[in-house]
C-alpha cells in the first residue's frame, strides 16, 4: 500500500480553483499504523452504511451450525484481506455450489465456551464433556464425507482442503467413550480400577441392607405394626416405616424421620446402622473418583484446547462455504471474476451486467422466515432454490456497471429518486461480496476489482455531540477517506461539494476529485453539478454516467446511461407532482436567466435525442434477433426435410414394392380365374363355340394386362394433366419433394419453373415435375377393374419417383437470403460496386441464389448493377425488387 506519501487540503483564497497545494507529512511508522488504523475504521462504517450486516443476515438463513449462524447474525462473515484469500472463498463458494446435496453438519455445537471454561480450570460437567466429544465425531464425520465427495471429481478439493491439516482429536474422543456412556449420561465402571472397585463393594452392601430392611419391614407388618412392608430413605440413609404406637417392636432403633400426621415413624433398625455408614462412605468415595475422573477429562480437553478452537474455526469455514453457495442458489447468483489491474488500455476494469441489489431482490424471492430459525432449512432451499428459476426478475431494475482500466474517476449524475445512490450502493455491496468470496446477482461472468479498502460516505453526517453541520459532517467524513485511501481503494461519495454555495461546492469536488485521481483505484461520486461532468472532455481519466428518465412519463427508468450526463429535471417532476403552474413558469424565467443562450435547454434536447435514438436502435436489435430466429427456425426445419429424405424414400419404396406384390397377386388370381372360367365352359361347349370362347377369353386377359402396362396414352394423358394452368394459391403434388403437398406462391414464368411453399420453405421447381390436385365431387365405386387401373397408377408413379430422383427437377436452393449468398453495393461508387458484384458473382456455386442490395438512392448503382447482371455469363435469369424486397434484386447464377 502505498502509505508513505499523503497531503492534505491547504485552504485557498479563491475557491473556485479546481487545484491544491499539499504540504508533504514526514512519512513514519506511527504514521503508517495510523492510516490503516483509520482506513479500518472508515471501512468498518462504510459497511454500516452499506448495509453489509443486512446481507450477512441473509447469510444466516443457510447455515447450519449455531455458531455460524451467530457469526452470521454478528456480521462476523470472513472477508479476504488479500486477492489471494478472496480467490480462495470463491474457490470454496464454487466448490459447493457444485454439490448436489449440502454436507451433514448435525452434532455439531459451539463448544468454544466450554474449552475456554477447562482452559480456566473450571470442572466440566458429563453433559458438556459429552458435547465435546459429539462434536469431534462430527466434525471428523464431516471431513469423511467430503473425502468421499471429493474422490468423485477435483472441483471438490477447495473444501475438503480446508479440514485437511486438522487434528480430529480421535484419541481424546476415545477416552470420553471409554470412560463415560453419553447416550444416559452416567460415568462407566471401567473408567478407573478405583470406581470399578467401589461400586462393587457399594452394590454387595447395598443388597444386605436391602435384604436385612426387607425382613425387619415384613416382621413389623405381620406384627401389625404398619399396613404394608416399607422401605425408604430419610437423611440420606435406609430405614423401614412403622406406626408410632408399634416403635417398640424396634428397640434401640434410630428415629430419621415422622409423616406429617406423626402417625408414622421412619425407622433405622440397630442392625442397619453399619451397612448405612458404609453406604455413606462408598458413595462418598464413589462421588470423589467420578469427579477425579471427569478433572482428568476436563484436563485432556483444556490441554487440546487450541486445536479443538482450531477445528471450530475450519468448520466454521466449511459452513459460510456451503451457505454462501446456499445462497447464490437462493438468488440465482453467479461468481465474479477478479480483473488484473495495471493501466492497460482497452478492456474494463469493472464489467457488470444486469446486477441488482441482494437486498431489494430480497421481496422478490422465495421468503426466508422460517428457515432462519431452523437449520434443516439449509437442505430444503438448497433444494428448492427460489422458485422463480428462468424467470427474468423485473424488479429491482438490473443494471449495467462498465468501467474502463484507465478510468478513475466516475460522476453519475440525474434526477433525484432516479436511482443514483442505489446504484453507488449497489458497486459497494457487490465489491464486498466478492471480497467475502460470494456470488452476485448479475448475467454472464462480473468482472471487477479487487479494493483493499472500500470508504463511502453517503447518508446524513450530521452530529450534534460534535457540533457538525450536515456539511461539515461529510467535510470532515470526506477528509478522513483522503487521508486513508490507497492506490487499491474504492471511494463512494455522495451528493459530493452539496449543502454549501454552488460555486464553492463545484470548486472543492472538483479539487477532491483531482485529488482523488491520482491516489486511488475507483472513485464514485453522484452530484447534481453539471461543471463536475464536463471534466471528462479535459482529462480521459474520468467518466461519465445518468440515469436515465422519461420525458413521455415523467419517471425515472433506474437505469443506467454510461459516457451521458443527466438532468436533474427539477421543474419537469415538480410539474407531474401537481406544483402550481404560477410557481414552475416563475422558477423557468429563473432558469432562462441563469442559463444564458439556452445552454441548458440544448443540452436537455440532445440528451432526449440520444434517448430516441438508443430505443430506436434497441428496436432494431430486436427485430434483427427476431428474423435471425426465424431463419434459424427455417434452416432446422430445411435440415430435418433433408435429413428426413432417404428414409423417406426407403419407406416409400417398401410401401410400393408391397403394393406391388399385391397387385401381382392379384393379376395372377384374375388371370387363374379366366383360365379356370375357359376350362369349364370348354368341358360343356360345342366346336362351334370354342372360337368364340376363346376370344372372350383372349379379350378378358388382354384387358387385365392393359390395365397394368404403362403406355404412352397413360403417358399423354399425365402429360396433358400436368400442362394444366397452375394460378397463385393453387394446391400442387411435387415429386422433388418426395410428392409432398404444396402451394403456388408465384406462378410460372417464362422459364417454366414455379416458386411452391411446402410448410416455411420456398422452393422453385420445374412445372413438368407438379402435378395439380384436382378436387372431385364424386366417388367412383369400389370395383375390381378402378381398384386394377389404380394400382397401375401407383407402379407408374414409383417409376417416375425412381426417375426424378437422378433428374434435376428442383433448379435452385430454397430462397432463403443469408449473409453468405448476399452482396451490398449501398454507399459504394460505381466502380467499387461493379468490381464487388463480379467477384461476388464469380465466386457464387451453380445452381445458387445471388442477393444484390442495391438500394433506392439516384439509381445509379441499380442501374449499373442491372448492365452487368444482363451481360454475365453465369447469370441465368435475374428478378428486380418487388413489394418484398425493395431495394434489392435477385439472380439465379448458372
Same mark, same amino acid.
Given at each position: 500500500?502505498?502509505?508513505?506519501?499523503?497531503?492534505?487540503?491547504?485552504?485557498?483564497?479563491?475557491?473556485?480553483?479546481?487545484?491544491?497545494?499539499?504540504?508533504?507529512?514526514?512519512? +513514519?511508522?506511527?504514521?503508517?499504523?495510523?492510516?490503516?488504523?483509520?482506513?479500518?475504521?472508515?471501512?468498518?462504517?462504510?459497511?454500516?452504511?452499506?448495509?453489509?450486516?443486512?446481507?450477512?443476515?441473509?447469510?444466516?438463513?443457510?447455515?447450519?451450525?449455531?455458531?455460524?449462524?451467530?457469526?452470521?447474525?454478528?456480521? #462476523?462473515?470472513?472477508?479476504?484481506?488479500?486477492?489471494?484469500?478472496?480467490?480462495?472463498?470463491?474457490?470454496?463458494?464454487?466448490?459447493?455450489?457444485? $454439490?448436489? $446435496?449440502?454436507?451433514?453438519?448435525?452434532?455439531?455445537?459451539?463448544?468454544?465456551?466450554?474449552?475456554?471454561?477447562?482452559?480456566?480450570?473450571?470442572?466440566?460437567?458429563?453433559?458438556?464433556?459429552?458435547?465435546?466429544?459429539?462434536?469431534?465425531?462430527?466434525?471428523?464425520?464431516?471431513?469423511?464425507?467430503?473425502?468421499?465427495?471429493?474422490?468423485? +471429481?477435483?472441483?471438490?478439493?477447495?473444501?475438503?482442503?480446508?479440514?485437511?491439516?486438522?487434528?480430529?482429536?480421535?484419541?481424546?474422543?476415545?477416552?470420553?467413550?471409554?470412560?463415560?456412556?453419553?447416550?444416559?449420561?452416567?460415568?462407566?465402571?471401567?473408567?478407573?480400577?478405583?470406581?470399578?472397585?467401589?461400586?462393587?463393594?457399594?452394590?454387595?452392601?447395598?443388597?444386605?441392607?436391602?435384604?436385612?430392611?426387607?425382613?425387619?419391614?415384613?416382621?413389623?407388618?405381620?406384627?401389625?405394626?404398619?399396613?404394608?412392608?416399607?422401605?425408604?430413605?430419610?437423611?440420606?440413609?435406609?430405614?423401614?416405616?412403622?406406626?408410632?404406637?408399634?416403635?417398640?417392636? %424396634?428397640?434401640?432403633?434410630?428415629?430419621?424421620?415422622?409423616?406429617?400426621?406423626?402417625?408414622?415413624?421412619?425407622?433405622?433398625?440397630?442392625?442397619?446402622?453399619?451397612?448405612?455408614?458404609?453406604?455413606?462412605?462408598?458413595?462418598?468415595?464413589?462421588?470423589?473418583?467420578?469427579?477425579?475422573?471427569?478433572?482428568?477429562?476436563?484436563?485432556?480437553?483444556?490441554?487440546?484446547?487450541?486445536?479443538?478452537?482450531?477445528?471450530?474455526?475450519?468448520?466454521?469455514?466449511?459452513?459460510?462455504?456451503?451457505?454462501?453457495?446456499?445462497?447464490?442458489?437462493?438468488?440465482?447468483?453467479?461468481?465474479?471474476? /477478479?480483473?488484473?489491474?495495471?493501466?492497460?488500455?482497452?478492456?474494463?476494469?469493472?464489467?457488470?451486467?444486469?446486477?441488482?441489489?441482494?437486498? $431489494?431482490?430480497?421481496?422478490?424471492?422465495?421468503?426466508?422466515?422460517?428457515?432462519?430459525?431452523?437449520?434443516?432449512?439449509?437442505?430444503?432451499? @438448497?433444494?428448492?432454490?427460489?422458485?422463480?428459476?428462468?424467470?427474468?426478475?423485473?424488479?429491482?431494475?438490473?443494471?449495467?456497471?462498465?468501467?474502463?482500466?484507465?478510468?478513475?474517476?466516475?460522476?453519475?449524475?440525474?434526477?433525484?429518486?432516479?436511482?443514483?445512490?442505489?446504484?453507488?450502493?449497489?458497486?459497494?455491496?457487490?465489491?464486498?461480496?466478492?471480497?467475502?468470496?460470494?456470488?452476485?446477482?448479475?448475467?454472464?461472468?462480473?468482472?471487477?476489482? @479487487?479494493?483493499?479498502?472500500?470508504?463511502?460516505?453517503?447518508?446524513?453526517?450530521?452530529? *450534534?455531540?460534535?457540533? #457538525?453541520?450536515?456539511?461539515?459532517?461529510?467535510?470532515?467524513?470526506?477528509?478522513?477517506?483522503?487521508?486513508?485511501?490507497?492506490?487499491?481503494?474504492?471511494?463512494?461519495?455522495?451528493?459530493?461539494?452539496?449543502?454549501?454555495?454552488?460555486?464553492?461546492?463545484?470548486? *472543492?469536488?472538483?479539487?477532491?476529485?483531482?485529488? #482523488?485521481?491520482?491516489?486511488?483505484?475507483?472513485?464514485?461520486?453522484?452530484?447534481?453539478?453539471?461543471?463536475?461532468?464536463?471534466?471528462?472532455?479535459?482529462?480521459?481519466?474520468?467518466?461519465?454516467?445518468?440515469?436515465?428518465?422519461?420525458?413521455?412519463?415523467?419517471?425515472?427508468?433506474?437505469?443506467?446511461? @454510461?459516457?451521458?450526463?443527466?438532468?436533474?429535471?427539477?421543474?419537469?417532476?415538480?410539474?407531474?407532482?401537481?406544483?402550481?403552474?404560477?410557481?414552475?413558469?416563475?422558477?423557468?424565467? @429563473?432558469?432562462?436567466?441563469?442559463?444564458?443562450?439556452?445552454?441548458?435547454?440544448?443540452?436537455?434536447?440532445?440528451?432526449?435525442?440520444?434517448?430516441?435514438?438508443?430505443?430506436? $436502435?434497441?428496436?432494431?436489435?430486436?427485430?434483427?434477433?427476431? /428474423?435471425?430466429?426465424?431463419?434459424?427456425?427455417?434452416?432446422?426445419?430445411?435440415?430435418?426435410?433433408?435429413?428426413?429424405?432417404?428414409?423417406?424414400?426407403?419407406?416409400?419404396?417398401?410401401?410400393?414394392?408391397?403394393?406391388?406384390?399385391?397387385?401381382?397377386?392379384?393379376?395372377?388370381?384374375?388371370?387363374?380365374?379366366?383360365?379356370?372360367?375357359?376350362?369349364?365352359?370348354?368341358?360343356?361347349?360345342?366346336?362351334?363355340?370354342?372360337?368364340?370362347?376363346?376370344?372372350?377369353?383372349?379379350?378378358?386377359?388382354?384387358?387385365?394386362?392393359?390395365?397394368?402396362?404403362?403406355?404412352?396414352?397413360?403417358?399423354?394423358?399425365?402429360?396433358?394433366?400436368?400442362?394444366?394452368?397452375?394460378? *397463385?394459391?393453387?394446391?400442387?403434388?411435387?415429386?422433388?419433394?418426395?410428392?409432398?403437398?404444396?402451394?403456388?406462391?408465384?406462378?410460372?414464368?417464362?422459364?417454366?419453373?414455379?416458386?411452391?411453399?411446402?410448410?416455411?420453405?420456398?422452393?422453385?421447381?420445374?412445372?413438368?415435375?407438379?402435378?395439380?390436385?384436382? +378436387?372431385?365431387?364424386?366417388?367412383?365405386?369400389?370395383?375390381?377393374?378402378?381398384?386394377?387401373?389404380?394400382?397401375?397408377?401407383?407402379?407408374?408413379?414409383?417409376?417416375?419417383?425412381?426417375?426424378?430422383?437422378?433428374?434435376?427437377?428442383?433448379?435452385?436452393?430454397?430462397?432463403?437470403?443469408?449473409?453468405?449468398?448476399?452482396?451490398?453495393?449501398?454507399?459504394?461508387?460505381?466502380?467499387?460496386?461493379?468490381?464487388?458484384?463480379?467477384?461476388?458473382?464469380?465466386?457464387?456455386?451453380?445452381?445458387?441464389? %445471388?442477393?444484390?442490395?442495391?438500394?433506392?438512392?439516384?439509381?445509379?448503382?441499380?442501374?449499373?448493377?442491372?448492365?452487368?447482371?444482363?451481360?454475365?455469363?453465369?447469370?441465368?435469369?435475374?428478378?428486380?425488387?418487388?413489394?418484398?424486397?425493395?431495394?434489392?434484386?435477385?439472380?439465379? /447464377?448458372?
Amino acid at each position: 500500500m502505498d502509505l508513505c506519501n499523503f497531503f492534505f487540503i491547504a485552504p485557498r483564497t479563491k475557491p473556485s480553483s479546481p487545484n491544491l497545494n499539499f504540504r508533504p507529512l514526514k512519512c +513514519s511508522a506511527e504514521t503508517t499504523s495510523h492510516r490503516l488504523r483509520l482506513a479500518e475504521s472508515l471501512q468498518d462504517e462504510t459497511l454500516k452504511i452499506l448495509e453489509w450486516p443486512s446481507v450477512c443476515n441473509q447469510i444466516s438463513a443457510f447455515t447450519s451450525t449455531t455458531m455460524a449462524f451467530s457469526a452470521a447474525r454478528d456480521a #462476523l462473515l470472513p472477508i479476504g484481506r488479500t486477492p489471494e484469500e478472496s480467490r480462495r472463498l470463491l474457490n470454496q463458494t464454487s466448490a459447493a455450489f457444485a $454439490l448436489h $446435496l449440502p454436507p451433514d453438519f448435525s452434532g455439531i455445537e459451539d463448544v468454544s465456551e466450554l474449552v475456554e471454561s477447562s482452559v480456566s480450570g473450571q470442572l466440566l460437567s458429563i453433559r458438556e464433556i459429552c458435547a465435546v466429544k459429539r462434536t469431534l465425531r462430527s466434525a471428523r464425520d464431516l471431513f469423511e464425507q467430503l473425502k468421499r465427495i471429493s474422490l468423485q +471429481s477435483d472441483r471438490y478439493y477447495p473444501l475438503l482442503e480446508i479440514l485437511q491439516n486438522c487434528n480430529f482429536l480421535t484419541e481424546l474422543e476415545r477416552k470420553i467413550d471409554f470412560c463415560i456412556d453419553c447416550k444416559f449420561s452416567i460415568i462407566l465402571d471401567r473408567a478407573s480400577e478405583d470406581l470399578e472397585i467401589i461400586r462393587l463393594e457399594r452394590k454387595s452392601n447395598m443388597d444386605d441392607l436391602d435384604s436385612l430392611l426387607k425382613d425387619v419391614s415384613t416382621k413389623i407388618f405381620q406384627a401389625g405394626g404398619i399396613d404394608k412392608p416399607l422401605v425408604t430413605k430419610r437423611r440420606s440413609r435406609m430405614c423401614v416405616g412403622i406406626k408410632a404406637s408399634h416403635k417398640s417392636l %424396634l428397640p434401640n432403633g434410630v428415629v430419621l424421620n415422622v409423616s406429617s400426621s406423626g402417625a408414622t415413624y421412619f425407622m433405622e433398625p440397630k442392625d442397619a446402622v453399619d451397612l448405612n455408614n458404609m453406604e455413606v462412605k462408598l458413595s462418598n468415595a464413589e462421588r470423589v473418583e467420578e469427579q477425579a475422573i471427569l478433572g482428568l477429562l476436563t484436563s485432556e480437553i483444556a490441554q487440546s484446547g487450541s486445536e479443538i478452537k482450531y477445528l471450530l474455526d475450519r468448520v466454521l469455514e466449511v459452513d459460510f462455504a456451503v451457505a454462501r453457495a446456499a445462497h447464490a442458489r437462493w438468488m440465482n447468483g453467479v461468481c465474479p471474476i /477478479i480483473s488484473s489491474g495495471g493501466f492497460r488500455s482497452g478492456g474494463l476494469s469493472i464489467d457488470i451486467e444486469g446486477i441488482q441489489h441482494p437486498l $431489494l431482490l430480497e421481496t422478490s424471492l422465495k421468503s426466508l422466515s422460517g428457515h432462519a430459525t431452523s437449520k434443516s432449512g439449509n437442505s430444503v432451499l @438448497w433444494c428448492e432454490g427460489n422458485g422463480v428459476i428462468g424467470q427474468p426478475l423485473t424488479f429491482p431494475v438490473p443494471i449495467d456497471i462498465k468501467v474502463e482500466h484507465e478510468t478513475r474517476v466516475v460522476v453519475i449524475s440525474g434526477p433525484n429518486t432516479g436511482g443514483k445512490t442505489a446504484s453507488m450502493k449497489t458497486l459497494g455491496v457487490a465489491s464486498i461480496m466478492l471480497k467475502a468470496g460470494m456470488y452476485i446477482t448479475a448475467r454472464n461472468h462480473p468482472t471487477l476489482p @479487487w479494493f483493499d479498502f472500500i470508504m463511502a460516505d453517503i447518508g446524513d453526517s450530521q452530529s *450534534l455531540e460534535q457540533s #457538525l453541520s450536515t456539511f461539515s459532517g461529510h467535510l470532515s467524513r470526506i477528509c478522513k477517506m483522503l487521508e486513508a485511501t490507497t492506490k487499491q481503494s474504492l471511494i463512494l461519495i455522495d451528493e459530493i461539494g452539496s449543502g454549501t454555495d454552488p460555486s464553492e461546492g463545484v470548486a *472543492l469536488s472538483t479539487s477532491i476529485l483531482e485529488y #482523488l485521481k491520482d491516489r486511488v483505484n475507483l472513485a464514485m461520486t453522484t452530484t447534481h453539478y453539471a461543471d463536475l461532468s464536463l471534466l471528462k472532455e479535459k482529462d480521459s481519466q474520468y467518466e461519465n454516467a445518468a440515469m436515465e428518465f422519461s420525458l413521455k412519463t415523467l419517471q425515472p427508468t433506474y437505469r443506467i446511461l @454510461w459516457g451521458s450526463t443527466g438532468e436533474s429535471n427539477a421543474l419537469s417532476i415538480a410539474k407531474s407532482i401537481g406544483f402550481d403552474e404560477n410557481i414552475v413558469e416563475r422558477a423557468e424565467t @429563473w432558469v432562462k436567466r441563469l442559463m444564458p443562450d439556452k445552454a441548458e435547454k440544448r443540452r436537455g434536447l440532445l440528451y432526449q435525442s440520444l434517448v430516441e435514438e438508443k430505443n430506436r $436502435l434497441e428496436v432494431q436489435a430486436n427485430r434483427a434477433s427476431y /428474423i435471425y430466429s426465424n431463419v434459424m427456425g427455417l434452416y432446422n426445419e430445411i435440415k430435418d426435410e433433408a435429413n428426413d429424405l432417404e428414409r423417406r424414400e426407403v419407406a416409400l419404396k417398401a410401401k410400393e414394392a408391397q403394393n406391388i406384390k399385391k397387385e401381382v397377386i392379384t393379376v395372377k388370381y384374375q388371370l387363374e380365374t379366366i383360365v379356370k372360367d375357359f376350362e369349364a365352359k370348354i368341358a360343356t361347349a360345342s366346336i362351334d363355340q370354342l372360337n368364340a370362347l376363346l376370344k372372350e377369353s383372349e379379350s378378358a386377359i388382354s384387358s387385365v394386362i392393359e390395365a397394368h402396362c404403362y403406355t404412352e396414352e397413360s403417358s399423354a394423358t399425365e402429360a396433358d394433366g400436368s400442362s394444366l394452368s397452375l394460378k *397463385l394459391g393453387d394446391q400442387v403434388t411435387v415429386m422433388g419433394l418426395g410428392n409432398k403437398l404444396a402451394t403456388i406462391v408465384e406462378p410460372p414464368g417464362t422459364d417454366g419453373t414455379a416458386l411452391v411453399q411446402y410448410g416455411k420453405i420456398r422452393v422453385r421447381v420445374n412445372t413438368s415435375s407438379m402435378r395439380a390436385v384436382q +378436387s372431385s365431387d364424386t366417388t367412383p365405386t369400389p370395383n375390381s377393374q378402378s381398384q386394377i387401373k389404380k394400382q397401375g397408377q401407383r407402379i407408374r408413379s414409383l417409376k417416375s419417383l425412381s426417375e426424378v430422383k437422378h433428374s434435376e427437377e428442383v433448379l435452385y436452393g430454397p430462397v432463403v437470403q443469408t449473409s453468405k449468398n448476399t452482396v451490398d453495393l449501398r454507399g459504394m461508387r460505381v466502380e467499387e460496386a461493379s468490381h464487388n458484384l463480379n467477384l461476388a458473382i464469380n465466386t457464387t456455386g451453380s445452381g445458387s441464389v %445471388l442477393f444484390i442490395i442495391h438500394g433506392m438512392g439516384t439509381g445509379v448503382v441499380k442501374e449499373s448493377a442491372l448492365q452487368i447482371l444482363k451481360k454475365h455469363p453465369r447469370v441465368l435469369k435475374f428478378e428486380q425488387e418487388s413489394p418484398t424486397n425493395y431495394g434489392c434484386t435477385v439472380a439465379h /447464377i448458372k
